[in-house]
């Protein structure tokens, strides 16, 4: 994952009233790869409540990417759903994070399997300037 960005979504007052969010990864090998997302869940935690939204993205598939090229993983939260506000995510009361898990195979003249998976979490941090997702931890085999 090379970057996560987030735009917010306003009303007619501008007030926030939902988020959307991408997170962008890059094939950085020199051979062509077909990605699959494994998870792509959202988390909302506020005080002892925790609310999972179910998995975001194509439910089967992958995607093929060739070297250097770049694909988004996107989410969003609509305050109307009910699962958490995006003022509430603006100013801390409610804890964004967002687990990742892709599988990466290099598609080419190797003979072998190559096989890899990435996991990441990435937390919205009310309390950067700018806002922004920081990466908390990653894992890559």
């Known amino acids: 994952m090379v970057h996560g960005g987030f735009k917010l979504i306003t009303g007619d007052k501008k007030a926030p009233i939902g988020m959307r969010w991408s997170f962008t990864i890059k094939n950085t090998g020199c051979s062509p790869a077909r990605v ?6 959202p ?7 925790v609310a999972t939204i179910p998995y975001l993205g194509p439910s089967q598939g992958s995607i093929l990417m ?29 804890v964004l994070t967002v687990d990742i898990e892709l599988s990466y195979t290099a598609i080419g003249w190797l003979w072998w399997n190559n096989a890899f998976i990435y996991q990441a979490r990435n937390r919205f941090r009310h309390d950067y300037s700018p806002q922004a997702f920081i990466m908390e931890s990653a894992f890559a085999d």
């Open 36 to 41: 699959v997302v494994k998870k792509n869940v």
């Open 43 to 49: 988390q909302f935690t506020t005080g002892d409540h």
């Open 66 to 94: 060739m070297p250097n090229q770049t694909a988004n993983l996107t989410g969003h939260l609509r305050d109307a759903d009910g699962y958490a506000k995006a003022a509430d995510i603006l100013t801390g009361t409610t």
